[in-house]
């Protein structure tokens, strides 16, 4: 069983910065050999793929509406992975959500391709 820890998120203006991260409580080296993703769901909106990572860190996708903002980046050792948000937007404003797959590498940034999914972490971005 994997269980994910999310934790950062808070309110910030545009223009600002927040790192997220991702706990990942596994036995072993399971976490080491799984792909981690990120999503997002605002209010009245679909759940949206933004970014993932493989587990060896070869492979990241993002999505576009984050490309060039958003910075996904893992440390195995300490079983986390972060999501380095800059020059963020009202629109980024969400509820974002860590989820990881029970394989090396992700293809997609759809829901269904993840297994494990955490609580989430509340991100506002407000004047």
């Known amino acids: 069983q994997v269980q994910l820890v999310e934790s950062g998120g808070g309110s910030v203006k545009p223009g600002g910065s927040l790192r997220l991260s991702c706990v990942g409580s596994?036995?072993?080296?399971?976490?080491?050999?799984?792909?981690v993703g990120w999503f997002r769901q605002a209010p009245g909106k679909e759940r949206e793929g933004v970014a993932h990572?493989?587990?060896?860190?070869?492979?990241?996708s993002y999505a576009n509406s984050v490309k060039g903002r958003f910075t996904l980046f893992r440390d195995n050792a300490k079983k986390t992975v972060y999501l380095q948000m800059n020059k963020l937007k009202p629109e980024d404003t969400a509820t974002y959500y860590c989820?990881?797959?029970?394989?090396?590498?992700?293809?997609?940034?759809?829901?269904?391709?993840?297994?494990?999914w955490g609580q989430g972490t509340q991100v506002t971005v407000s004047s």
């Open positions: 990572v493989s587990s060896g860190s070869s492979f990241t």
């Open positions: 989820a990881a797959a029970d394989r090396p590498r992700c293809w997609t940034l759809e829901s269904a391709e993840f297994r494990f």
């Open positions: 596994t036995f072993g080296p399971m976490f080491d050999n799984m792909c």
